[in-house]
């Protein structure tokens, strides 16, 4: 019985990783505030990293820790704005154009639609001239002075560039990342 269960979740994780880079943006999957994915692909990258509401500034309207359906609508210009000025990414030394940007809400907490965390997917174009195995350089500022160290998020961010998957870490005390650099 055991090895049937494991076979069947190897499938299904295999099934999920060979898919996850044609899904659709609607059929996103939840991903817990704190964990991210970076897909460096040939001709872009797929970014979706999950945040908790607490990171952003003057857009939970009703001060409740969550945001409605309707203040997400209401911020999402400001939101996104928020969340790229405080994350930047250069890959190969260039940055690389957004061409989507998207906000997604798979966890809700009430009937309501609340929610205590936004996921960020964004799709980038590769620079032209940009090599294929290229050093991938992170910073975010997504970190508080004034909230509390155990109140801080760690983020674990897995990129996947070509053959080689590493995980990083990002935290209030170490907010910039080099990988992939040493080629």
């Known amino acids: 019985m055991r090895l049937v269960t494991a076979s069947i979740l190897v499938g299904i994780t295999l099934f999920t990783t060979a898919t996850l880079p044609f899904t659709k943006l609607a059929s996103a999957h939840l991903m817990s505030a704190g964990f991210g994915s970076i897909n460096i692909r040939s001709d872009d990258l797929i970014l979706l990293i999950a945040l908790p509401v607490a990171i952003l500034n ?51 907490t009430d009937n309501l639609g609340s929610t205590p965390q936004i996921e960020w997917w964004q799709r980038r174009v590769k620079p032209a001239g940009t090599p294929l195995n290229a050093c991938v350089e992170i910073s975010a500022n997504w970190f508080s002075n004034n909230m509390a160290l155990h109140q801080q998020f760690t983020y674990a961010i897995q990129i996947h560039q070509n053959d080689q998957t590493e995980i990083i870490t990002l935290t209030r005390d170490l907010s910039r990342v080099r990988v992939f650099c040493d080629h």
């Open 58 to 108: 003057a857009v939970d309207d009703n001060h409740d820790g969550l945001l409605q359906p309707d203040e997400i609508k209401r911020h999402r210009v400001d939101i996104l704005e928020q969340l790229a000025a405080n994350f930047v990414m250069r890959i190969g030394g260039a940055d690389w154009p957004v061409t989507d940007d998207e906000l997604l809400v798979s966890l809700h």
